[in-house]
Structures are given as C-alpha cells and as structure tokens.
C-alpha cells in the first residue's frame, strides 16, 4: 500500500507521499491525548465557534478542494463541490446545536437525591476512512467528536492522500488546535499499535467487511469502543401504484451517482411486475444518456471508476454474473478513453445461487428483479447479508412507509432519494456494520454517559436499598 494520487482520468501519478513513521504516531497520540485534557476545561461554545470558522474556510477553499477531490479519486467536479458544502453544513449544525445535545440529562428515580447523566469526552478518536467520499467521511467523525472534545488520528485511504491532507490543513487554518485532527499516512500496523494505546479510546471505521473485521478485531482486544459503517447492497423498492415518472427519474441518478460506489446506492431494483417492463426500459434508456469524459468538464455525467484495480475488480464481478446465468439487458457502448471508465450495466435474470445476488458490487452495474407481490419485495429486499439503507416508491406514502419498516436496514427513504444530513442518523445492520454517525446519536457515539446522583444525606429507609451493588 503507497499513499498516491493517481489521476484516474489520465492514469498520471501526480503525488506520492511516505508512510508515517512510529515517532510521527507516537507523537500524534501524545499530542492529542494533551489536549484532551486541555479539552476538559474548556467551554462547549468555543470549539462551536471554530467549527463555523472551519465551515466558512470550506466554502471559501470550495474551488480548490473541488478539484482535489476529483484528481484524487474520479468524481465528477460538481458532484465534488456538492460534497465540500455538504461538509460545511455539517460543521455549521454540529457548531450550532452540539452544546444543546451534550447537556446533561436529568432522570426520574425512586434513588435517594436528584439523578443525572452528563456526557464527558473519552479521549483520542482513531478515524478509518475510505476514498469515495474523502471529505465527508472526515467530517462526519469530526464535527460531533470536536464538540465533545475527543481529539483524533486520521488514516485515511491510500488513493485520496492529497485532499486528506488538504482538509486537515484548513481545520487548522479555521483556527482548531493542530492535534484536534491529525492526519497520518499510516500502514496497517501503525493502525493496531494505535488502537492498542491506552490514550486511544475508539475507532470510527467506514469501509470495507474486510476492513472493518480487522479493526473490529483489534479494537475488541483491547476493549476500545467502535462504530462501523461497512457495505451495502441497498434495494430500490417499486410497488404497483408509484409514480413512474419520479420513479425513472430517479433510479438512473441513485445507482450512477459517483460512478455507483456509494454504500448506499441503491444497487438492487425490486419491481412490482406490472410496472417491470415500464421500469427496465426507461432505465435502459437514462443509462444510455451518460456522457463520459473528463470529470473536471461539467458536461460529463459518468466519470471514471476511482482506480484501475477497483474497475478490474469490477469487471471480473460482471463476468461471473453472466457465466453463471445472468442477463446482461443493457451495456453502454465501448468508451474510447484510457481512463478507469466502466461501462454502466443493467443485470436481470438474477437467480440465488449467482454470486451477483449477494455479493456488493461497487460501480455502476444496476440489477432488476421482477416481484409479484409486496411480501415478495419485502423477502427479497430482505434476502440479503447487507442492511445499510433502502428507497421505496409507493403512491401511497404512508403504506410505503409501513412496508419500508418491514425491511431489515438502518435507513429507508419512501417516495425521494438518500439524503445524507447532519440531523440525520447514518448507519446500518447486519453485514453493514453497527452504530450511527450524525444527528444527536452520532453526537454520543464516543461519549462517557457520567451518572451523577447527588443528595444532601443518604436515605436508608430507601425501599429500593441504596445499598446494594452488582
């Protein structure tokens, strides 16, 4: 593993960077564990303001870090811009509502005196993140934990290295302390030694099955807290009575979106058979309509895949599905480029012993299942070691929301697209990983929930004892 920018557009290696070394790490975890500490004393609303002040140096720098993005890992230039604003806005939620979520929390109790939780930083943050979304990963982690005053080391994929490093910078050009985000371009080990640290109390991991067991692993060795947000093969759901036209409208966009690797794009469409026909078509026809080329060009619509491993990988999926039964309903034309292009495909005729039926597939294949009832789509949708997230059509929006409850993900959005937003809980079941990122539970993700009972003389005629411990 070298971390390097490597255009995948025109396949130049633009920037190589060296491995951290043991002393960088070592003084990264001193560093954060120092203020830590500093943390502790001060105010919630001062970090608040340096996170408006890195929101607005996001927007400011949005040009520059656009187009880092997109050399760095692929995606279309606009598409890079959106994810830049995206992070601001999570910044400026996190900035504006993080003192409220962190305040303590009284509870009723037949307990002797008045009782509380009140919620404490643990330590540093271990931060595991994947290329598709450099920016975005980062800041999920990094919002609600800088409120709470968890300092944290950044490890970050080895294909995006320049706009990690980038970002970190302008944290600290906003004015947030240097150890408040550390990036670090650690191998493998570096990861283990840092999870076994004492100073080092949780691991927020995004990526791969692989991945995440490994950390998983280590981390339960040393009984260090995680969360993980691992694959999915999410399903698009269309019952008989959708809006057809919102639902081709949106199909194409959901799976072609960042060339489709995306954990929660919808990769598998379950449709009622009386709209099949209506739905393969005009999906067919979207898919048709791409316009590949370079991805700083905003005429372009299918950017390259992020690396040319990623589309080999990908290739040798399609190839599998297809000999074991698959039907290739639709592939774009050849795509005269050198660069990591893979040519979107619509996959039908999907039986349960082909490996394209459960195996995730990263980039722009679409597979179509023809269902015949709702019970059907909901097994179906369920049939799967995956449970990320999920879309739902329905014309009604309340029966959809009703079969969207019966299927086995973290989130499902009926009658509109995935939205990823900081008031939002982000995250999934089963394969898919555990824990949740944003909204108030991703702001307690890595929080000490302090009981705190207090009473000016203890009650020993208390029924419930007072004096018994388990």
Known sequence: MTYQTVNPYTNETVVTYPFATDAELESAIAQGHELYERFKTQPIAERGELLHNVAAKLREQADELARICTVDMGKLVGESAGEVELC????????DHGEDLLKPEAIETIATGEAEVRHHALGVVLMVEPW???YYQI???FAPNFMVGNPMILKHAANTPTAAK???EIVAEAGVPQAALTNLFLDYDHVTKAIADPRVQGVALTGSERGGQAVAEAAGKYLKKTTMELGGMDPFVV???ANMDDVTDLAWRVRLYNCGQVCTSSKRFIVMDNVYDEFLEKLK???A????????DPKTTLAPMNTKRAKEKLQG?????LANGATLAYQFPEIDSEGQFFRPAILTDIAKDNPAYSKEMFGPIATVYRVHSEDEAVALANDNPYGLGGILFSGDPDHGAEVASRIETGMVFVNNFMASLPELPFGGVKLSGYGREMSHIGQMAFVNEQLIVKAAHPDLTNPAGGLVAI
Do not use: T
Request: charge should be negative.
């Open 132 to 134: 598709n979304f450099p």
């Open 317 to 321: 999926q399609l190839d599998d599905a």
């Open 166 to 168: 980038r970002f970190c």
């Open 88 to 95: 601001a806005i999570i910044a400026d939620w996190f900035a």
């Open 139 to 141: 800041m999920r982690v």
């Open 289 to 296: 309509k791409v316009v590949p080329g370079d991805p700083l």
């Open 285 to 287: 026809e979207n898919f």
């Open 239 to 241: 019952l008989g009575d």
